[in-house]
T-cell receptor, first 117, second 112 residues
Framework: EAGVVQSPRYKIIEKKQPVAFWCNPI?????LYWYLQNLGQGPELLIR????????DSQLPKDRFSAERLKGVDSTLKIQPAELGDSAVYLC???????????????FGPGTRLTVL | QKEVEQNSGPLSVPEGAIASLNCTYS??????FFWYRQYSGKSPELIMF????GDKEDGRFTAQLNKASQYVSLLIRDSQPSDSATYLC????????????FGKGTLLTVNP
Protein backbone atom coordinates (compact mmCIF):
# COMPACT_ATOMS: atom_id res chain seq x y z
CA GLU A 1 0.00 0.00 0.00
CA ALA A 2 1.42 3.37 -1.00
CA GLY A 3 1.87 5.91 1.75
CA VAL A 4 1.13 9.62 1.76
CA VAL A 5 2.83 11.25 -1.20
CA GLN A 6 4.08 14.82 -1.14
CA SER A 7 5.83 16.96 -3.70
CA PRO A 8 8.14 18.65 -4.05
CA ARG A 9 10.44 17.30 -1.35
CA TYR A 10 12.50 20.47 -1.29
CA LYS A 11 11.79 24.00 -2.43
CA ILE A 12 13.95 27.10 -2.31
CA ILE A 13 12.38 30.43 -3.18
CA GLU A 14 12.98 34.10 -2.62
CA LYS A 15 10.77 36.04 -0.26
CA LYS A 16 7.59 37.48 -1.73
CA GLN A 17 7.40 34.63 -4.26
CA PRO A 18 4.46 32.22 -4.31
CA VAL A 19 4.88 28.51 -3.56
CA ALA A 20 2.59 25.49 -3.63
CA PHE A 21 2.80 22.06 -2.06
CA TRP A 22 0.89 19.00 -3.18
CA CYS A 23 -0.29 16.00 -1.17
CA ASN A 24 -1.92 12.73 -2.16
CA PRO A 25 -3.25 10.82 0.87
CA ILE A 26 -3.46 7.09 1.37
CA UNK A 27 -6.23 5.63 -0.74
CA UNK A 28 -9.51 5.57 1.14
CA UNK A 29 -8.46 8.05 3.82
CA UNK A 30 -11.11 10.72 4.02
CA UNK A 31 -9.32 12.98 6.50
CA LEU A 32 -6.32 15.03 5.45
CA TYR A 33 -4.14 17.28 7.56
CA TRP A 34 -1.52 19.91 6.78
CA TYR A 35 1.06 20.57 9.48
CA LEU A 36 3.97 22.96 9.77
CA GLN A 37 7.08 21.81 11.63
CA ASN A 38 9.83 24.22 12.59
CA LEU A 39 13.27 22.95 13.55
CA GLY A 40 13.26 21.57 17.08
CA GLN A 41 9.50 21.80 17.39
CA GLY A 42 6.60 19.41 17.07
CA PRO A 43 4.20 19.59 14.12
CA GLU A 44 1.53 22.30 14.34
CA LEU A 45 -1.80 21.81 12.62
CA LEU A 46 -2.60 24.29 9.88
CA ILE A 47 -5.78 22.81 8.44
CA ARG A 48 -7.83 19.62 8.58
CA UNK A 49 -10.13 18.35 5.85
CA UNK A 50 -12.87 15.81 6.07
CA UNK A 51 -13.44 14.83 2.46
CA UNK A 52 -13.51 18.17 0.63
CA UNK A 53 -14.61 20.24 3.62
CA UNK A 54 -12.12 22.24 5.69
CA UNK A 55 -13.42 21.49 9.19
CA UNK A 56 -10.60 23.18 11.13
CA ASP A 57 -8.59 26.02 9.61
CA SER A 58 -8.36 28.10 12.77
CA GLN A 59 -4.54 28.08 12.71
CA LEU A 60 -4.11 28.77 9.01
CA PRO A 61 -2.74 32.32 8.42
CA LYS A 62 -5.38 33.22 5.88
CA ASP A 63 -3.75 36.44 4.75
CA ARG A 64 -1.08 34.51 2.90
CA PHE A 65 -1.93 30.80 3.15
CA SER A 66 -4.65 28.98 1.28
CA ALA A 67 -5.52 25.36 0.77
CA GLU A 68 -7.90 23.30 -1.27
CA ARG A 69 -8.92 19.69 -1.53
CA LEU A 70 -10.98 19.37 -4.64
CA LYS A 71 -12.91 16.10 -5.02
CA GLY A 72 -11.87 15.11 -1.51
CA VAL A 73 -8.68 13.34 -2.54
CA ASP A 74 -5.42 15.20 -3.09
CA SER A 75 -4.77 18.63 -1.68
CA THR A 76 -2.71 21.73 -2.38
CA LEU A 77 -1.34 24.19 0.16
CA LYS A 78 -0.26 27.58 -1.16
CA ILE A 79 1.67 30.48 0.30
CA GLN A 80 1.55 33.85 -1.41
CA PRO A 81 3.67 35.81 -0.80
CA ALA A 82 6.22 33.78 1.13
CA GLU A 83 8.10 35.36 4.03
CA LEU A 84 11.43 34.45 5.60
CA GLY A 85 9.63 33.04 8.63
CA ASP A 86 7.79 30.51 6.48
CA SER A 87 10.94 28.42 6.16
CA ALA A 88 9.96 25.07 7.70
CA VAL A 89 8.90 21.54 6.84
CA TYR A 90 5.32 21.22 5.65
CA LEU A 91 3.87 17.83 6.50
CA CYS A 92 0.74 16.26 5.10
CA UNK A 93 -0.99 13.45 6.97
CA UNK A 94 -4.09 11.38 6.40
CA UNK A 95 -6.33 9.12 8.43
CA UNK A 96 -9.37 6.96 7.84
CA UNK A 97 -11.57 9.10 10.05
CA UNK A 98 -11.07 11.96 12.45
CA UNK A 99 -14.09 11.42 14.67
CA UNK A 100 -14.38 9.72 18.00
CA UNK A 101 -12.41 10.05 21.16
CA UNK A 102 -10.14 7.08 20.85
CA UNK A 103 -7.38 5.86 18.64
CA UNK A 104 -7.07 7.31 15.18
CA UNK A 105 -3.71 6.91 13.52
CA UNK A 106 -2.45 9.67 11.33
CA UNK A 107 0.02 8.62 8.65
CA PHE A 108 2.51 11.29 7.69
CA GLY A 109 4.05 11.98 4.32
CA PRO A 110 7.78 12.71 3.90
CA GLY A 111 7.21 16.46 4.02
CA THR A 112 8.31 19.41 1.91
CA ARG A 113 11.27 21.36 3.22
CA LEU A 114 10.78 25.03 2.28
CA THR A 115 13.61 27.53 2.40
CA VAL A 116 12.75 31.18 1.86
CA LEU A 117 15.74 33.40 1.05
CA GLN B 1 -3.63 27.72 24.84
CA LYS B 2 -3.50 23.96 25.23
CA GLU B 3 0.06 22.92 25.92
CA VAL B 4 2.06 19.72 25.80
CA GLU B 5 5.41 19.83 27.56
CA GLN B 6 8.39 17.54 27.08
CA ASN B 7 12.02 17.74 28.12
CA SER B 8 13.90 18.51 24.93
CA GLY B 9 16.87 16.43 26.03
CA PRO B 10 19.05 15.09 24.73
CA LEU B 11 18.48 11.97 26.81
CA SER B 12 21.41 9.63 26.54
CA VAL B 13 21.24 5.99 27.66
CA PRO B 14 23.54 3.00 27.12
CA GLU B 15 22.45 0.14 24.91
CA GLY B 16 20.29 -2.32 26.81
CA ALA B 17 19.11 0.22 29.38
CA ILE B 18 15.59 1.52 29.96
CA ALA B 19 14.83 4.91 28.43
CA SER B 20 12.10 6.93 30.14
CA LEU B 21 10.40 9.75 28.26
CA ASN B 22 7.94 12.07 29.98
CA CYS B 23 5.17 14.39 28.89
CA THR B 24 2.70 16.64 30.69
CA TYR B 25 -0.35 18.32 29.24
CA SER B 26 -2.47 21.26 30.29
CA UNK B 27 -5.96 20.35 29.01
CA UNK B 28 -7.61 18.19 31.67
CA UNK B 29 -10.29 17.22 29.15
CA UNK B 30 -7.81 15.50 26.83
CA UNK B 31 -8.89 11.98 26.06
CA UNK B 32 -6.28 10.20 23.98
CA PHE B 33 -2.51 10.31 23.92
CA PHE B 34 0.03 9.30 21.34
CA TRP B 35 3.75 8.73 21.08
CA TYR B 36 5.39 9.32 17.71
CA ARG B 37 9.00 8.59 16.76
CA GLN B 38 10.77 10.87 14.30
CA TYR B 39 14.17 10.05 12.88
CA SER B 40 16.29 12.97 11.74
CA GLY B 41 15.03 14.28 8.41
CA LYS B 42 12.07 11.90 8.37
CA SER B 43 8.39 12.20 9.14
CA PRO B 44 6.76 11.14 12.44
CA GLU B 45 5.53 7.57 12.80
CA LEU B 46 3.14 6.31 15.45
CA ILE B 47 4.57 4.02 18.12
CA MET B 48 1.74 3.76 20.63
CA PHE B 49 -1.50 5.32 21.76
CA UNK B 50 -3.23 5.18 25.14
CA UNK B 51 -6.50 6.51 26.50
CA UNK B 52 -7.07 4.65 29.77
CA UNK B 53 -5.24 5.27 33.02
CA GLY B 54 -2.50 2.78 33.69
CA ASP B 55 0.03 0.97 31.57
CA LYS B 56 -0.11 -0.31 28.02
CA GLU B 57 2.63 -2.57 26.73
CA ASP B 58 3.66 -3.33 23.16
CA GLY B 59 6.86 -5.26 22.79
CA ARG B 60 9.72 -3.22 24.24
CA PHE B 61 7.51 -0.15 24.62
CA THR B 62 5.25 0.71 27.56
CA ALA B 63 3.04 3.78 27.68
CA GLN B 64 1.83 5.01 31.05
CA LEU B 65 -1.04 7.43 31.60
CA ASN B 66 -2.08 9.26 34.76
CA LYS B 67 -4.95 11.61 33.96
CA ALA B 68 -5.17 12.96 37.52
CA SER B 69 -1.58 14.18 37.25
CA GLN B 70 -1.96 15.03 33.55
CA TYR B 71 1.10 12.97 32.82
CA VAL B 72 1.96 10.44 30.16
CA SER B 73 5.23 8.58 29.72
CA LEU B 74 6.94 6.14 27.38
CA LEU B 75 9.36 3.51 28.57
CA ILE B 76 11.66 1.76 26.12
CA ARG B 77 13.19 -1.42 27.51
CA ASP B 78 16.42 -2.95 26.18
CA SER B 79 17.17 0.25 24.26
CA GLN B 80 18.90 -0.21 20.93
CA PRO B 81 20.97 2.26 18.89
CA SER B 82 18.17 2.12 16.31
CA ASP B 83 15.87 3.69 18.91
CA SER B 84 17.91 6.91 18.67
CA ALA B 85 15.39 9.49 17.45
CA THR B 86 13.16 12.31 18.61
CA TYR B 87 10.06 11.13 20.46
CA LEU B 88 7.00 13.32 20.14
CA CYS B 89 4.16 13.26 22.62
CA UNK B 90 0.80 14.20 21.11
CA UNK B 91 -2.49 14.83 22.84
CA UNK B 92 -5.98 14.82 21.37
CA UNK B 93 -7.17 18.14 22.68
CA UNK B 94 -10.18 18.37 20.38
CA UNK B 95 -12.33 15.66 21.87
CA UNK B 96 -14.58 14.21 19.19
CA UNK B 97 -13.23 16.78 16.74
CA UNK B 98 -9.87 15.11 17.12
CA UNK B 99 -7.11 17.70 17.15
CA UNK B 100 -3.58 16.63 17.95
CA UNK B 101 -1.35 18.98 19.89
CA PHE B 102 2.29 17.93 19.78
CA GLY B 103 5.06 18.58 22.26
CA LYS B 104 8.47 19.74 21.07
CA GLY B 105 9.87 16.25 21.34
CA THR B 106 12.67 14.62 23.32
CA LEU B 107 15.86 13.62 21.52
CA LEU B 108 16.96 10.15 22.63
CA THR B 109 20.45 8.84 21.96
CA VAL B 110 21.25 5.19 22.67
CA ASN B 111 24.98 4.61 22.90
CA PRO B 112 26.42 1.24 21.79
Amino acid sequence: EAGVVQSPRYKIIEKKQPVAFWCNPISGHNTLYWYLQNLGQGPELLIRYENEEAVDDSQLPKDRFSAERLKGVDSTLKIQPAELGDSAVYLCASSLDSGGLAYNEQFFGPGTRLTVL
Amino acid sequence: QKEVEQNSGPLSVPEGAIASLNCTYSDRGSQSFFWYRQYSGKSPELIMFIYSNGDKEDGRFTAQLNKASQYVSLLIRDSQPSDSATYLCAVNSGGSNYKLTFGKGTLLTVNP
